[in-house]
C-alpha cells in the first residue's frame, strides 16, 4: 500500500493524536474526529445519552452560540458536516471544498472545545431523537436488528436499546451531557484525521493551536460486565406489522484486535460477496427460500459477532434457516476451492486500490484503524487478507458456527407454528442437506500486449461511432469505472409491462448459449465489482469497476451477455421472485412508498407515474418473450452511450470499443418520445399503514431537465435543505416536528418536480403540514435574504464537487449530463448558472409554484396514540 506512506502521524503534547494525508492532485478535504466512546461507555442510568450528546455538538459552542450556526456556516463554505454514535467510538466528520478546509476546522473545533448545550436546545432536541426512535421501530429491517443483538447479549451493554428510550431520553440535562463529554471527550481519547488537499504545517499548526488548550482529565473507561460464554441456541419469534418477514442469525464472535478478525471477515466475503457468493447461490438462485440475504463480521474494541440475514416470506423463513445453516455447514466441510479463494483476492485488490478516491472515507478508515491501535494496522490487516489460506478460514468458521454459539430472530409478518430453542436447533439438524457445490472451472484472463499509457485529461472527450463514447483517462484512479447506458426504456412502459426495465436488466446477466448465470456470476466476480444495473426514468444500464488488466475481459464478458442473453425462464422466475419481494419491501419504506404515492397523484397516466418496479400484478406477467422482444428494442447501438474514467489509453480503448459492438444492432429500436407532463393530475394519494410516524411528500411542477430554470430551482432548494436550511433550522431544530425533513429536485426529460419531504409522529400530522407550508408561503412573501442565497450557491457548488469525487460518481455524473442534454463538463457551467441566480428569481418562482391548487402530496398515515403493544416494546428496549 504504497499510498500509506504519504500518511504523518503527530502527538501533541495533551495526547491528542493526528493525522494528515495530502492528496495534491485532489479538490477536496475531509475532517474526522474520532472521540473512542460510544454506547457501551454509558452506565444503565445513562442509556442514549452518547447519541444525544451528537447531537447537542451541532448546537452551539461558545465562539458560534447561535442556534443553527454551525450548519448554516458550512453551507456557507461548502460543506456537508454529519456525525455518527457507535458501540465504542462516536465520529464526527466534514467533507469540504479544500480552499473551505481551515475555517472548517475552527468551526469544528470550537464544539470540542467549548461546547455549551443549550437546556432549550436539549429539550427540543430530545423529541427530535424520539422521532428517530419512531423511525427505528418504523423500520422492521432496523427494529429487527435491534431485537437480535438483544437476544444475543444477556449481560454486556450491546444488548441494550443503543438510542435510549423517550422516558430516558426527556430525563435528560445538560448536566449529564456536560458529565459524559468531560469523562470522554478528552484529546488523550481523540483522533483527528485530515485527508485531500492542503499544506500539512498549516493544517498541523491550526490543530495544535485550536486544541492545545483542552486539558484532559483522569479517563477510566467501563464498559460494563463481560458477556458470559453461550452455551446454548437461543430463539425468538416476534411478528412484524410489516409485508415481509426478516431472519437474522448471530454468533459471538471476538473483538477487532483478535487474531481471528481477518479470517472471519474474508468469511463474510466467501459467504456474501457478490453473486457468485455461497448464500446468493443457495437461498436466493437455488432455493428461493429468500429473496435476498448479506453476511457480514461486526467488531469492536472488546467484543463482536458475526451475522447472517435474509429477507423471506413468513412461509419460508424456516427453510431459510435451514439453508443458511446447510450452506455454513457445507462450508466447513467441503471447504473452499483455489478458484474460490482466488476470486476473493482478485476483489480485495481492487477494494485496496478504491480507497483513496473519496477522501472523507479515507478519512474514516485512517482514524478507525489508529483508534484501535495504528493506523499503519491498515496495511497489516490487508496484507493478512491477501495471505489468508482456505483452511484458516475453515478454522475460524468451525470454531465459532456452532450451534451452542447461535441466537437466531425471527420477525415474521404472518403467525407461523411456535417453536422452542431446542426443537429449533433440531430443525436446523434435521433439515440440512449439503448444497451442490458447483463452481466453474478456472479461466484464463486474455492478456493485451500493449500498456495503457500514462494520461490524464483534465475533461472528459466525446467521440463518435457504432456508439456514443465519453472518455476521461485519469492515471490517479488505479483502476477503470465503466458505464454502458441507452436511452429509454421505463419512460417507454404503460401499466400493463410495468417493471419490464427493471426485469431486463436484472435479467441481462443471468444465461447466455455459452454460459450458464453460475457460470457469469463466478467470472465477474473474478474480475472486479461486478456490472451492476440501473434503471432511471429516461435510460438505464450496467456501471463496473475492474483493475486494468482485468477490464478487457470484464467489458468482453458484459457485451456477450447484452448480445446474446438467453433469458432462461427458470432464471427469470428468480428474478421476478426478488422484484416482487422488492415491491413488497417498499410498502414498508417511510420514504419510499410516500414518494411513490406522490409519482401516482402528480403524474397520472404518463410513464413516470409507474414505480422503477412495477406492480405485482404487471411483474407476475411478464416472461422471456417479452424480455426478447424489449431487448431488442432498447439495446440498440444508437441509443447506447458509454462513459469511461480511470486508468487507460483511450486511442487504444475507443478502437477496442468499436471492435466491440460489431455485432451490435444500429437499426430499429427508435424511442417512443412520451409527451411532457404539464399540471398535477391529482390533488393526493394516501395510505394508512401501522406504524408510529405519518411521512408525506408535498410537490409541485418544476422545468424538465435541460431548462436553463433548473438551476434557480436548486438554489430554493438549498435554501431549505441541509443542517444550514430553514427546513431543518425550523421543522426539526426549533419546533422538533421530526427527525427528517428536506426538499428536492427531481429532474427528468418530459416532466419534473420540487418536493418537500417529512416524517413524524403521526398525531403531529395536522401540525408537520401547517409548519412546511408555512415556511414555502415565507418564501413567497419577501425575498431570500442575499446572505443565504449566496449559502445556497456555495452549498450548490461545493456539493456538486464533493458528490463527483470517485471514478463511478464521475462515469454517472458525465452520462446522466450527456443523456439529460448538458454540456460536458458540465461543472464550471453550472457554476456559472448558480453563480447568476438572484433573490428575486427565487421570489418569482416561489410565488408561481408554492400554491394550493398547484400542489400535489402522497401520504403514509400512522396510527395516531401508543398502543399498549408500543408500550411494552419501549419497557423491553429499556431493560
Not at 427565487?842 to 401508543?866: D, H, P, Y
Request: charged share 25%.
Amino acid at each position: 500500500m504504497e499510498w500509506l506512506r504519504n500518511t504523518q502521524r503527530i502527538f501533541f503534547p495533551n495526547g491528542l493524536t493526528l493525522l494528515l494525508h495530502p492528496i495534491e492532485n485532489s479538490e477536496v478535504a475531509a475532517l474526522h474526529f474520532c472521540v473512542k466512546a460510544g454506547y457501551f461507555c454509558e452506565k444503565d442510568s445513562e442509556v442514549g445519552l452518547a447519541h444525544l450528546l451528537e447531537h447537542m455538538y451541532f448546537k452551539g459552542s461558545e465562539k458560534f452560540s447561535r442556534p443553527g450556526t454551525l450548519g448554516i456556516r458550512m453551507k456557507a463554505l461548502g460543506a456537508m458536516i454529519n456525525a455518527t454514535t457507535s458501540y465504542d467510538q462516536t465520529n464526527y466528520f466534514c467533507e469540504t471544498p479544500a480552499e473551505s478546509l481551515i475555517p472548517a476546522l475552527e468551526i469544528m473545533a470550537d464544539s470540542f472545545a467549548a461546547p455549551i448545550f443549550p437546556a432549550d436546545e436539549l429539550r427540543r432536541e430530545c423529541e427530535v431523537v424520539i422521532e428517530e426512535f419512531n423511525r427505528k421501530l418504523d423500520s422492521p429491517s432496523s427494529y429487527s436488528q435491534e431485537l437480535l443483538i438483544q437476544l444475543a447479549f444477556q449481560e454486556h451493554r450491546m444488548k441494550r436499546w443503543r438510542i435510549g428510550t423517550p422516558e430516558q431520553l426527556r430525563s435528560y440535562t445538560r448536566d449529564h451531557l456536560f458529565d459524559y463529554f468531560y469523562r470522554y471527550y478528552q484529546p488523550q481519547n481523540m483522533v483527528v484525521t485530515v485527508a485531500g488537499k492542503f499544506d500539512p504545517q498549516t493544517i498541523r499548526d491550526k490543530v495544535e493551536s485550536l486544541f492545545s488548550q483542552i486539558q484532559n482529565r483522569k479517563l477510566a473507561k467501563d464498559f460494563g460486565p463481560k458477556e458470559p460464554t453461550q452455551t446454548e441456541l437461543r430463539y425468538s419469534s416476534r411478528k412484524a406489522a410489516a409485508t415481509q418477514s426478516y431472519l437474522h442469525l448471530a454468533f459471538h464472535a471476538p473483538g477487532v484486535l483478535h487474531p481471528d478478525g481477518p479470517a472471519l471477515e474474508f468469511l463474510a466475503f466467501v459467504l456474501s460477496a457478490g453473486k457468485s457468493s455461497r448464500l446468493h447461490r443457495h437461498l436466493i438462485e437455488r432455493k428461493r427460500s429468500a429473496s435476498s440475504a448479506s453476511c457480514y463480521y461486526i467488531a469492536y474494541e472488546d467484543i463482536g459477532l458475526f451475522m447472517v440475514s435474509a429477507v423471506t416470506d413468513a412461509g419460508k423463513i424456516r427453510a431459510a434457516g435451514v439453508d443458511s445453516w446447510s450452506v455454513l455447514q457445507d462450508l466447513c466441510e467441503s471447504g473452499i476451492t483455489a478458484d474460490e479463494l482466488q476470486k476473493l483476492k482478485n476483489k480485495l485488490r481492487l477494494h485496496q486500490v478504491m480507497q483513496t478516491e473519496d477522501v472523507l472515507s479515507l478519512a474514516e478508515t485512517l482514524s478507525y484503524y489508529e483508534a484501535y491501535g495504528s493506523y499503519q494496522r491498515m496495511e497489516e490487516h490487508w496484507k493478512r487478507m491477501q495471505e489468508l489460506n482456505a483452511e484458516e478460514v475453515l478454522d475460524a468458521a468451525r470454531q465459532y458456527a456452532r450451534l451452542e454459539n447461535l441466537s437466531v430472530m425471527e420477525f415474521v409478518n404472518e403467525e407461523v407454528p411456535g417453536i422452542s430453542g431446542p426443537e429449533y436447533k433440531a430443525h436446523l439438524l434435521q433439515g440440512f442437506v449439503p448444497p451442490e457445490t458447483s463452481l466453474s472451472p478456472p479461466f484464463v484472463i486474455t492478456q493485451h500486449e500493449s500498456q495503457p499509457r500514462i494520461v490524464s485529461l483534465p475533461a472528459p472527450v466525446v467521440r463518435s461511432g457504432r456508439a456514443t463514447y465519453i472518455l476521461q483517462p485519469d492515471h490517479h484512479y488505479p483502476f477503470v469505472a465503466a458505464g454502458i447506458f441507452f436511452r429509454g426504456g421505463r419512460n417507454e412502459e404503460s401499466p400493463t409491462n410495468a417493471g419490464m426495465t427493471q426485469l431486463l436488466y436484472r435479467s441481462a446477466l443471468k444465461g447466455t448459449a455459452r454460459y450458464t448465470a453460475e457460470d457469469l456470476s463466478f467470472r465477474f466476480d473474478c474480475l472486479g465489482n461486478p456490472p451492476r444495473s440501473s434503471c432511471y426514468r429516461d435510460f438505464g444500464g450496467f456501471t463496473m469497476e475492474a483493475l486494468p488488466e482485468f477490464f478487457p475481459e470484464m467489458w468482453r464478458l458484459l457485451l456477450h451477455c447484452l448480445l446474446d442473453a438467453q433469458f432462461p425462464s427458470a432464471e427469470v422466475e428468480t428474478e421476478k421472485g426478488k422484484i416482487l419481494s422488492s415491491i413488497s419491501r417498499n410498502m414498508d419504506d417511510n420514504y419510499i412508498r410516500p414518494v411513490q404515492l406522490f409519482h401516482r397523484a402528480f403524474y397520472g397516466d404518463h410513464p413516470y407515474a409507474l414505480p422503477d418496479t412495477g406492480f405485482e400484478e404487471s411483474v407476475r406477467t411478464l416472461d422471456r418473450e417479452h424480455l426478447l422482444a424489449w431487448k431488442k428494442r432498447l439495446w440498440n447501438a444508437k441509443r447506447a452511450v458509454i462513459c469511461i474514467v480511470g486508468s487507460f489509453d483511450p486511442d487504444q480503448l475507443f478502437q477496442q470499443l468499436e471492435e466491440s459492438l460489431a455485432d451490435f444492432s444500429s437499426d430499429g429500436g427508435q424511442i417512443h418520445i412520451p409527451q411532457r407532463h404539464q399540471t398535477p393530475s391529482r390533488r393526493e394519494e394516501a395510505e394508512t399503514r401501522p406504524k408510529k410516524q405519518t411521512a408525506f411528500c408535498l410537490g409541485f411542477p418544476s422545468p424538465p431537465a435541460g431548462s436553463p430554470e433548473n438551476p434557480k430551482y436548486d438554489a430554493l432548494q438549498q435554501v431549505l435543505s441541509g443542517m444550514g436550511g430553514r427546513l431543518f433550522l425550523n421543522l426539526r431544530s426549533k419546533k422538533a416536528l421530526a427527525y427528517t425533513v428536506h426538499a428536492t429536485t427531481i429532474s427528468s426529460l418530459y416532466g419534473a418536480a420540487f418536493v418537500t419531504y417529512i416524517a413524524g409522529e403521526a398525531t403531529k400530522e395536522e401540525q408537520a403540514m401547517s409548519a412546511m407550508w408555512e415556511e414555502l408561503e415565507a418564501l413567497k412573501k419577501q425575498p431570500v435574504a442575499d446572505e443565504e442565497l449566496e449559502n445556497a450557491r456555495h452549498a450548490l457548488v461545493g456539493n456538486y464537487t464533493l458528490n463527483t469525487q470517485t471514478a463511478a460518481s464521475r462515469v454517472l455524473d458525465y452520462a446522466n449530463s450527456y443523456l439529460l442534454g448538458r454540456p460536458l463538463p458540465y461543472a464550471p457551467l453550472y457554476r456559472e448558472h448558480v453563480n447568476q441566480v438572484r433573490t428575486e428569481d427565487l421570489l418569482r418562482i416561489a410565488n408561481e409554484m408554492f400554491n394550493q391548487e398547484n400542489s400535489t402530496i402522497g401520504i403514509v398515515r400512522g396510527i395516531k396514540g401508543v398502543a399498549v403493544e408500543e408500550q411494552i416494546i419501549s419497557k423491553e428496549l429499556g431493560r
